[in-house]
């Protein structure tokens, strides 16, 4: 790139001096890409007639035989017409006042054109005919000059303004994509943790409705559980995993164990909670559902939480604070042209990337970091399906919560037993709970909205956003070069300005990307290092060990354990699942997956 970036403005032929002509100048833009604001006077005619209408009005402005530039080329529709219509006083302008062989511009007229269009300042301050610029700070000239002091302080703050907004829209589409899709998934989770507490519902509404009431209570609980840990909250899955049986084996022993008239009293019901942990009336299914649910929740969070700080680094690198030098050096590369009536010079290719990556030196540093982010993204999103499946198991979980019923019904005399010594003998209350009133069509009907025909799953959506975000991997180690390419530079061929003149290439060395390749870097000087750039890579190491699975081991072997009272229906109930495409039912109550993802979640 260096060599290319280097001798990229090929010599011409004539002097520069004599007749070299500047490059066209850099697109305006309105804040949000590459438009221009609104036209003023009359639009050109639609399609091939708009093409040639540009075309003649750059024929007017550079004479007899030259090109229409690349920056005009190919734009159709309301961005050419705008484009072209703001370019056309400023074309007619400098054909009407060319600056003169010996580089002293005749007439600022062109100059004050661009100062009003750009709305910089009043005009009052603008000089109609070139003066001594002895006042100037930055661009010096031995020649007469349009600018004053003044003018160049308000051109240093537009040169700012207009490289932050460059690099605005060079990666807007990659924060829509992250942005887009991060709020898509949170949807997607919430609705699924919603869809997973409606079969568990159902379940007790279907097979256990004399205790349905009581539980769904609990139920609830503890899918509020589940959703405040998928979304950040620090909470313990063990715990509320383990809370939710606790508060469950009351009501069990109550209406499947030891039934009565009448309910247990609160008393009771509480030395229960206290001593399920020792009893274990569900056997080991509570520390089953503990490892899944921490090899499916955590990864699922760790993922929500990548994204979201995806969209904070590139904030974070939109709002770059410039040194003084860069300030200085895009002043000289965007504006100082101006000064000497060259309105429509761009900078050389070499001078535009010294330039640009002599500023962006610090952005640079976050490359190997950003491309190690979005490659252990792809990891994570590659190892999440089976017991890793959130989808699975959320879906799933009613099946084990039926299993764990089933064992403490299989059970109950020995728990009764055992119960007895703990609390002693049942301690009943005068009133009887109420049946189930749960209504499933009602729920059934609030969850229509997030179905769809197909049957794209959670596995297939990551996939694919990821295979996008996969484009993007190099995308801060390439961006000087993306945007001097692009947008910022001269064509090659073309005579360009390399800080003091319109020349035919630039003979200074080009300097690499980083913070130690600028140590030779001719037109901006880097000294330290940003803080804010440096907290930005920490989160990004931090996120990518969570990613990696630094923080889950703990349960990978959670569900190889097999013991507690009575463990044959443990024992047949694996409900894993290595099919990223689906998983079908088992006779315990195992589900496919049924999880499909709203239309309008996916549209970018």
């Not at 189930?436 to 959670?458: A, I």
């Not at 073309?494 to 080009?510: A, F, I």
Request: aromatic content about 8%; charged content about 20%.
């Amino acid at each position: 790139m260096m060599t290319r970036a280097a001798g990229s403005q090929h010599p011409s032929s004539h002097s520069s001096a004599d007749s070299a002509l500047p490059a066209p100048m850099p697109l305006l833009t309105d804040g949000g890409g590459r438009g221009a604001p609104p036209a003023l006077g009359r639009a050109p005619p639609a399609g091939g007639g708009g093409r040639r209408w540009r075309a003649a009005c750059w024929q007017a402005a550079r004479g007899s035989g030259a090109s229409e530039p690349r920056s005009l080329r190919g734009l159709t529709g309301m961005g050419a017409r705008s484009l072209s219509v703001l370019l056309l006083p400023l074309l007619l302008a400098a054909a009407a006042t060319p600056a003169p062989r010996d580089g002293e511009p005749r007439s600022c007229e062109a100059v004050r054109k661009v100062f009003q269009l750009r709305q910089l300042g009043s005009l009052r301050g603008v000089p109609e005919f070139p003066r001594a610029g002895v006042d100037l700070q930055v661009c010096t000239s031995k020649n007469p000059t349009c600018c004053t002091k003044k003018m160049e302080e308000r051109y240093q703050t537009a040169a700012k303004q207009d490289i932050q907004q460059v690099l605005q829209t060079s990666s807007a589409t990659l924060k829509f994509l992250i942005s887009h899709n991060a709020a898509a998934f949170q949807e997607t989770f919430e609705m699924l943790i919603k869809l997973a507490e409606n079969y568990t519902s159902t379940l007790f509404c279907n097979a256990y409705r004399n205790m349905a009431a009581e539980a769904a209570t609990h139920v609830q609980e503890f899918f509020t559980d589940v959703a405040l840990f998928v979304f950040g909250t620090d909470i313990s899955i063990e715990e509320f995993v383990n809370r939710f049986f606790d508060t469950l084996f009351p009501v069990v022993y109550n209406h499947m164990i030891n039934p009565g008239l009448t309910d247990v009293t609160l008393e009771y019901a509480e030395c229960l909670q206290m001593a399920r942990r020792d009893i274990r009336p569900f056997g080991n299914i509570p520390k089953k559902i503990i490892g899944r649910m921490g090899r499916s929740l955590l990864p699922s969070r760790n993922f929500l939480q990548a994204l979201n700080l995806g969209i904070e680094v590139i904030n974070t690198t939109d709002h770059l604070h410039f040194s003084k030098d860069c300030s200085r050096a895009l002043l000289r590369m965007q504006y100082c042209p101006h000064c000497q009536g060259l309105i429509l010079s761009k900078p050389c290719m070499g001078y535009c990337l010294n330039v640009i990556r002599g500023c962006l030196a610090y952005m640079a540093e976050v490359d190997l970091h950003w491309q190690r982010y979005i490659q252990s993204l792809e990891e994570l999103s590659s190892a999440m399906h089976g017991t890793y499946d959130v989808e699975h198991v959320l879906l799933n979980f009613h099946s084990l919560v039926n299993d764990a019923l089933m064992q403490a019904r299989v059970n109950g005399p020995e728990l009764t037993e055992q119960v007895k010594k703990v609390c002693g003998p049942p301690v009943r209350k005068s009133t009887q709970s109420p049946h189930c009133s749960f209504d499933q069509n009602k729920y059934n009907q609030g969850l229509k909205m997030f179905s769809r025909d197909s049957e794209e799953t959670l596995a297939s959506r990551r996939k694919e956003f990821i295979s996008h975000l996969r484009l993007y991997r190099a995308f801060y180690g390439g961006l000087a070069d993306q945007l001097c390419g692009n947008e910022l530079a001269a064509a090659d061929g073309l005579p360009c300005w390399n800080g003091e003149d319109v020349v035919k290439s630039y003979t200074h060395r080009v300097v690499g990307s980083g913070i130690k390749a600028q140590s030779g870097n001719p037109e901006v000087r880097v000294k330290g290092a940003d803080p804010v750039i440096n907290q930005i890579i920490d989160k990004l190491k931090h996120v990518i060990q969570l990613l990696r699975g630094k923080s889950f081991p703990k349960y990978d072997n959670w569900d190889l354990q097999q013991t507690g009272s009575g463990g044959s229906v443990d024992e047949q109930m694996s409900g894993d699942c290595d099919d990223e495409d689906g998983c079908r039912g088992s006779g315990s109550g195992e589900v496919r997956r049924v999880l499909k993802i709203t239309d309008f979640a996916w549209d970018f």
